[in-house]
Structure formats: structure tokens, C-alpha cells
């Protein structure tokens, strides 16, 4: 018999990857209202690169904040889910974005984390990472 496992495995697994895309969107939906409700305007969402994806791309006044998104049950485990290597992927795509938008340079430019968690607002953690690659 050849495959990876047995068909009620791979169905389970195809759920549980549904479940968890599910429950990004939601956070990333819940993320981007959040910024908007304190006066950030969001220019690019789920903004895909040869490098990555960044969940959200939003502006305030000079600043143009590239921002990650987790859906956790704790602040540490969120903040442990950011690894260098999803740091890396962000910083490579963001990148591509300001080759791709020249003006953004002009502006401040930093790297948030939102947390979000079952009942509570969103947090939102500024310069959360450097943008070294």
C-alpha cells in the first residue's frame, strides 16, 4: 500500500488546515477593524510575494506598518509563533513592497504583531521585530 496515510487522516487533516485558515481570516478580519478603529488606513491585505505574505499593510500619519496577525489563547504563545524565520519571510516581503511602492520609504516604517484572542480586543504590539534580514 503506498500514501502518506489512511483516507480518514487525510480528511481529518484537511479539516483541521479549513478550521485554522477559517480562523486566520476571522483574525485578520478582526485585526484590520481594529486598526481602522484607531485611525490606521489599511493599504494592502494578505499582500502576497515570491518572498511571503503579510497579513496586513496599514498607515497612520508617517508611519507604514507591516503587521503580522495571530490568532492565540495566550500572548506567549502568539509572540512564540512569530519565529525568525516568519520575521525573515515579512522583512523579505515587505521589501518587495517598498521596491514596489518607492514613496513608502519616505515614511517611518516598522513591524507590529496584533494578538488576537478569544473575547478580548486586539493587541497590538509596535516594533514588535527589527527589519533585519
Known amino acids: 500500500m503506498t500514501g502518506t496515510g489512511s483516507a480518514p487522516d487525510q480528511d481529518r487533516q484537511l479539516e ?4 485554522a485558515y477559517g480562523l486566520g ?11 481602522r478603529l484607531t485611525g490606521w ?3 494592502k ?5 515570491k518572498a ?4 496586513l499593510i496599514a498607515k497612520r500619519g508617517k508611519v ?3 503587521v503580522e496577525v495571530k490568532a492565540r489563547r495566550s500572548r506567549t504563545s502568539a509572540m512564540e509563533a512569530v519565529t525568525p524565520a516568519s520575521q ?5 516581503a515587505a521589501k518587495i513592497f517598498i521596491a514596489q511602492h518607492p514613496k513608502a520609504a ?4 516598522r513591524f507590529d504583531v496584533i494578538i488576537v484572542r478569544p473575547w478580548r480586543w486586539p493587541e497590538r504590539i509596535a516594533n514588535a521585530f527589527e527589519g533585519k534580514s
Open 88 to 92: 525573515r519571510r515579512i522583512v523579505n
Open 45 to 49: 491585505t494578505r499582500y502576497k510575494t
Open 41 to 43: 488606513r489599511i493599504l
Open 64 to 66: 507604514v506598518a507591516f
Open 52 to 55: 511571503g505574505e503579510i497579513d
Open 106 to 109: 519616505f515614511f517611518t516604517l
Open 25 to 35: 481570516l476571522s483574525a485578520e478580519t478582526r485585526a484590520a477593524w481594529a486598526l
Open 16 to 19: 483541521q488546515r479549513r478550521k
